[in-house]
């Protein structure tokens, strides 16, 4: 054997197997998965859409072949279905059934693992094990629907006209079916306002608004739960029980009445403390909601030498167990030093809503002043030793968002000196220090409160720190204890991020500009460059059939939202597009972006639908039998031809609508030929079938072939027979050698 062929086979090797492809790892063949897929549990909706995330961005084309859904007895494949797949992370199929699905029914959903990647080289490998395309790889998941209706309000406490109900109730509302819980939340509204919070049962089908304070005596409630409550399905609500949702539901209950007169629970200073700051606030506490003027003009206080009413300072109203139940006076003026200061509430004055005024010696009786005055007394400090301290700032430590244009509000717990806190306070952000000097100052109530304005707005995204140092003081001098430990006051908070201007534009559509052979029934998807708001988006778009006279609008609707507001799709509604026309679809200006811009510019584009197609028949006859095996042909750019079956009809099952020569031919009779035009108006049976009807076919002119042919042949016959027998009658007598004939007369 030679040595020359194993040193060249040898030498293609490395090459041969450079060439095969490289075993599928994990670590070197990036497969794709699924990484979430909805809808999934006992609710969905009957219109979809069914979604799937993919971890890479995949080959839309292999994933709609790929997929399917049963509900047992039927399947439909990815053709019963309106696609919409992202143009961008994060990268998501949407499959938005062209027909709803049945209430009350659970579903599979698969998507084979022949579904690749966007290279087309790498298939699904759903379970993750770094060979994809293999039956373990499929996805696949279930779902059931949900009933179909829109929800409505099954029961509510306290129930509707329910009188008496205890001031300590929450309000509950529950309904038939699983909610949409911020939805419903925004729907509730209740009057007289309350502040409250609100939480759910695990079934999302009972929601409990609990007020913050006790509700008000003797006051009537009318709570509303707004038609655009929507179920988890995105059904609003049907608060009238007619089937038909998106209208309130309404009912109303009234409290116990309000039957003791208010008291005094507690108060600050305490009766009989000495040394209290001069900058103390008087702090009063009752036992309900008191009416906020009355107490006002019930307040006094006096050092013995002069008496101060409420004007002096102001009042300022909180909420412990009911709303204004808590007040707090803080007056512009220090207390004086060394004085006994007495506070007096009028029990004549003083009143809760219901009228009972103040209770102020807690016997149960409102007997009104003197004997229900509220009076106590305290001690102030012989000199002014209380370090001022920031009790307010806006905005506050830690806000986001801020505007550019903001002020500085700073509030002290006494009167400053104006000119030390001003020398004191900056504002500093990483370029620059706003100080006096760039600014202006503002101060109000007793020069406990100041506003600094800068003189320039902030710059946009950028975060500062508000700063006021000791140097800060109080009319008697102390400095400012600005953290508790004798330190700087400071508090941080960021500007807004720079608002985004730039118009939004439309980046692609499905169909695209010009495209053609469109289905009836597209699910039509617009792509932007930025995230929009959908209310306005979803009003500014329009559809239109051009025809030869003025356009015919289409109805839109069925919209869904995709790509993180960057794409919407939709489809005409409650109607198929007609065959071979052209559309157009139109969004104004009146869309914005989730910034509010308009649109760029009015966008628009056409497409045209797909001419008919469908299934022609018609049958042929002749003498007014079914003619069996006449050739039929249909004949334009291209040829689709059969044949007559025994009872004379023909069928070709898929053609498009067109202008065409239908032409039909059979042995011994006149071809048939004509031109002929398919179309939608031609169509029956839904408009899927054309029938041509019946084509009679004409014998050919004299005997037919075969029959000729045979007379031919029997003539040719004869002829040949007839000059034989004449042949043989004119032969002479012909002389042998070897024999000679005899004479005449031995003949005789």
Request: aromatic content about 10%.
């Amino acid at each position: 054997m030679h040595s020359r062929p194993l040193v060249v086979l040898f030498a293609f090797l490395p090459l041969v197997a450079a060439m095969l492809p490289a075993p599928p790892t994990g670590a070197l063949a990036p497969y794709p998965e699924a990484t979430d897929w909805t809808p999934t549990g006992d609710a969905a909706a009957l219109d979809g859409p069914l979604r799937i995330a993919w971890s890479d961005p995949m080959n839309t084309t292999s994933v709609e072949a790929a997929f399917s859904l049963t509900d047992g007895p039927s399947i439909w494949n990815g053709t019963s279905f309106a696609w919409t797949h992202a143009s961008a992370p994060p990268w998501t199929s949407t499959a938005a059934p062209l027909a709803p699905f049945s209430a009350l029914t659970r579903y599979t959903a698969s998507v084979a693992p022949t579904a690749t990647d966007a290279t087309d080289l790498h298939r699904l490998d759903q379970d993750g094990d770094g060979d994809g395309g293999v039956p373990t790889d499929a996805l696949t998941w279930s779902f059931r629907t949900e009933n179909g209706t829109p929800p409505r309000v099954g029961s509510t406490s306290p129930a509707d006209g329910q009188a008496n109900v205890p001031v300590a109730a929450a309000i509950e509302v529950a309904f038939d079916e699983r909610m949409e819980r911020s939805s419903v939340e925004a729907a509730l509204a209740i009057s007289p306002s309350l502040a409250g919070a609100f939480s759910w049962d695990a079934n999302a089908t009972r929601v409990t608004f609990d007020p913050v304070y006790f509700l008000g005596y003797g006051t009537t409630y009318a709570v509303t739960v707004l038609g655009t409550a929507k179920d988890a399905n995105g059904h609003p609500l049907d608060g009238d029980g007619d089937g038909a949702g998106g209208d309130p539901y309404a009912f109303s209950f009234t409290t116990e009445p309000d039957v003791v007169p208010p008291r005094v629970l507690a108060v600050t200073p305490m009766p009989g403390t000495t040394n209290v700051s001069v900058s103390t606030t008087l702090g009063m506490r009752f036992s309900e909601t008191v009416d906020r003027a009355s107490v006002e003009a019930a307040l006094s206080f006096t050092d013995g030498r002069s008496t101060w009413d409420a004007t002096a300072g102001w009042l300022t109203w909180s909420g412990v167990v009911f709303a204004d139940d808590a007040a707090d006076f803080n007056p512009f003026a220090n207390f004086p030093v060394s004085a006994t200061i007495a506070v007096r509430l009028n029990g004549s004055l003083a009143r809760d809503p219901a009228g009972f005024t103040l209770d102020g010696d807690g016997d149960g009786t409102a007997e009104g002043a003197p004997q229900d005055d509220v009076v106590w007394s305290f001690g102030t400090e012989a000199a002014d030793a209380t370090r001022p301290r920031i009790v307010a700032v806006d905005p506050q430590d830690g806000a986001a968002d801020v505007s550019e244009t903001t002020d500085v509000f700073l509030r002290f717990s006494e009167p400053m000196d104006r000119r030390s806190v001003q020398d004191a306070f900056s504002i500093v952000d990483p370029v620059r220090t706003w100080t006096k000097a760039d600014g202006w100052f503002s101060w109000a109530l007793g020069d406990e409160v100041v506003w600094y304005t800068p003189t320039t707005t902030l710059p946009f995204d950028r975060e500062y720190a508000i700063t006021v140092t000791p140097a800060a003081r109080d009319v008697n001098g102390n400095p400012l204890d600005g953290d508790g430990a004798g330190g700087n006051f400071t508090a941080r908070f960021r500007t807004r991020p720079e608002p985004d201007l730039a118009p939004p534009t439309v980046v692609s559509t499905i169909p695209a500009d010009g495209e053609s052979g469109v289905g009836r029934d597209p699910r039509v998807s617009i792509t932007f460059d930025d995230a929009m708001d959908r209310p306005s988006t979803e009003s500014a778009m329009a559809m239109e059939a051009e025809t030869f006279l003025d356009p015919i609008p289409i109805p839109l609707g069925d919209f869904a939202w995709d790509a993180e507001d960057h794409t919407v799709s939709f489809r005409a509604v409650n109607q198929s597009l007609s065959w071979n026309t052209a559309y157009i679809v139109w969004v104004s200006q009146a869309a914005r972006d989730d910034a509010g811009n308009p649109l760029a510019s009015l966008h628009g584009f056409r497409f045209r639908t797909a001419p008919w197609s469908g299934l022609v028949v018609g049958s042929v006859t002749s003498e007014g039998a079914p003619l069996v095996g006449a050739s039929v042909r249909l004949e334009n750019e291209r040829t689709q031809a059969t044949q007559t079956a025994a009872n004379g009809t023909f069928a070709f099952p898929n053609v498009e609508g067109g202008v065409y020569t239908l032409t039909i031919s059979r042995s011994g009779y006149r071809t048939f030929a004509r031109g002929i035009t398919l179309d939608e108006a031609m169509a029956i049976a839904n408009h899927s079938v054309i029938d041509l009807g019946e084509f009679r076919l004409e014998p050919a002119e004299g005997l037919p072939v075969g029959l000729a042919v045979g007379v031919l042949f029997a003539t040719l016959g004869a002829v040949s027979a007839i000059g034989l027998l004449l042949r043989r009658r004119r032969i002479p007598t012909e002389h042998f050698e070897g024999m000679e004939e005899e004479p005449a007369e031995e003949r005789r």
